[in-house]
């Protein structure tokens, strides 16, 4: 299993030294990845410490190098404050005080979207604001395609390039973990629709994990008010963003983020029919909705890859793996039609 670092309150304080004093500091709940404390400092200031396991034995090929990665996109969107992210106040990697990588950032105030229960009204206006923010998001651009750590290896200078990297690097997790998966078939669907690929021709910064539990919430008006959680974050096509906030889904794309996305400048040019009742094949579709379920097939394996390294235990995991599996060959099906 991966074992989140231990990190004891003296050596908490000695990582947040150079930041401040602490008053006092508490765990923070979620995430399967990192160990994250929120901790009070004696000038009144709140930031949050994540720190990364060192054994890196356990980790799917992109996600090395991904704290670094969290750290970039946080000093990227340090002079842009609509893209509402924390701001890096202290990285260490020196494992000097704590046994791992670690980040300090400032505390975002806010509400976790997935425990507030909103009403269908107001969890819609959530939804189309959200777009809108994609669509901020995607105003970023880049130089190269892909993960941008370098432990990853997984950038290129084309968007089809790096997409085959990543294909290609999830097959040998999957080899590694005895995972029984048909990334062949995802290579070969790739590899066809190189051209599809091919269009996207400018890194767009893409946050790849905005599902409500990394979005916050402003208590009264119930519009984005933070986001956090950047491990996951890649350059490639502004697309690939849908999956991030639907990781499971596989039915057409929300209307209200969409309509959010595009009332803010965004173009996103998907069609309703990609994910509708009917599932054509891609041979009748556009480029963009190919590239969709491109990205929808590669996310659903790494979603059933990741259970196996991270050992993820509890009764919600059979039913989480099954939809996984399931949602790469509907993909796969379409793809190759």
């Given amino acids: 299993m991966?074992?989140?670092t231990a990190v004891g309150d003296d050596q908490l304080a000695a990582l947040l030294d150079p930041v401040g004093q602490v008053e006092r500091s508490a765990p923070l709940a979620g995430g399967m990845f990192a160990a994250t404390f929120r901790a009070d400092l004696t000038d009144g200031r709140r930031?949050?410490?994540?720190?990364?396991?060192?054994?890196?034995?356990r980790l799917l090929r992109y996600e090395h190098g991904?704290?670094?990665?969290?750290e970039a996109v946080y000093r990227r969107a340090g002079d842009r404050p609509d893209l509402l992210m924390p701001r890096v106040l202290?990285?260490?990697?020196?494992r000097t005080h704590v046994d791992g990588d670690a980040l300090v950032v400032t505390f975002l105030d806010g509400e976790v979207w997935n425990g507030l229960?909103?009403?269908?009204?107001?969890?819609?206006?959530?939804?189309?604001?959200?777009g809108a923010y994609m669509a901020r998001l995607h105003t970023v651009t880049g130089d190269a395609f892909g993960y941008p750590a370098p432990e990853s290896g997984l950038a290129a200078r084309t968007w089809p390039e790096a997409f085959a990297r990543m294909v290609a690097a999830l097959r040998q997790d999957a080899d590694r973990w005895d995972v029984h998966l048909p990334l062949d078939r995802l290579h070969d669907v790739a590899a066809h629709?190189?051209?599809?690929?091919?269009?996207v021709r400018v890194p767009h910064l893409v946050h790849a994990d905005l599902w409500p539990g990394n979005v916050l919430l402003d208590p009264v008006a119930r519009t984005v008010a933070g986001v956090v959680d950047a491990e996951r974050a890649l350059w490639g096509d502004p697309l690939y963003e849908l999956v991030g906030a639907d990781q499971l889904g596989i039915g057409p794309v929300d209307p209200d983020l969409a309509a959010g996305y595009r009332e803010a400048g965004g173009t996103l040019p998907v069609s309703a029919a990609v994910g509708g009742p009917e599932r054509p094949g891609a041979s009748t579709l556009a480029s963009p909705d190919v590239r969709l379920l491109l990205y929808r097939a590669y996310f659903a394996a790494v979603l059933a890859v990741e259970v196996?390294?991270?050992?993820?235990?509890?009764?919600?995991?059979?039913?989480?793996?099954?939809?996984?599996?399931?949602?790469?060959?509907v993909m796969l099906d379409q793809l190759e039609r």
């Fill in 2 to 4: 991966l074992t989140k």
């Fill in 47 to 57: 930031v949050v410490v994540k720190v990364t396991p060192a054994d890196t034995s």
């Fill in 308 to 329: 196996v390294p991270r050992a993820y235990e509890g009764d919600w995991v059979a039913g989480y793996r099954d939809t996984a599996r399931a949602n790469l060959h």
């Fill in 66 to 70: 991904i704290l670094g990665t969290e």
């Fill in 117 to 130: 229960g909103l009403d269908e009204a107001t969890d819609a206006a959530a939804r189309r604001d959200l």
């Fill in 193 to 199: 629709h190189h051209t599809a690929l091919a269009e």
């Fill in 90 to 94: 202290h990285a260490d990697r020196t």
